[in-house]
């Protein structure tokens, strides 16, 4: 049973940068590709990166590419996501997942095990 715990969030002003982290315990971080979603108020979950299992590859969502970076660092077990450029419409709560058997990386029920998540506030 993996365990995974955001941090780095909170408050920003647009055009500024944060940082998340998540911290995995519980299993062999190496086996499981992981992935960034967020959800704003009123909205459905949606992906916004995702990487996969040597960190070699990765992929991400059309609103975020060019301004967010997503890495992993399998000797920590840690998933990062730099967030450059940030938007009011970024705002969001971000979770990061960790999927162990395959399937589409940006769907959210193909996710195993979810995060509590991060809040992200970007002010205009």
């Known amino acids: 049973q993996m365990q995974l715990v955001e941090s780095g969030g909170g408050l920003v002003q647009a055009g500024g940068s944060l940082r998340l982290s998540c911290a995995a315990s519980?299993?062999?971080?190496?086996?499981?590709?992981m992935g960034w979603f967020r959800q704003a108020p009123g909205k459905e979950r949606e992906f916004v990166a995702a990487?996969?299992?040597?960190?070699?590859?990765?992929f991400y969502a059309d609103s975020v590419k060019g301004r967010f970076t997503i890495s992993r660092d399998n000797a920590k077990n840690t998933l990062y996501l730099q967030m450059n450029s940030l938007k009011p419409e970024d705002t969001a709560i971000y979770y990061c997942?960790?999927?162990?058997?395959?399937?589409?990386?940006?769907?959210?029920?193909?996710?195993?095990?979810w995060g509590q998540g991060t809040q992200v506030t970007v002010s205009s």
């Open positions: 997942a960790a999927n162990l058997a395959g399937g589409s990386y940006k769907t959210v029920n193909e996710y195993d095990y």
């Open positions: 990487i996969m299992r040597l960190g070699i590859s990765s």
């Open positions: 519980g299993g062999t971080f190496s086996r499981y590709r």
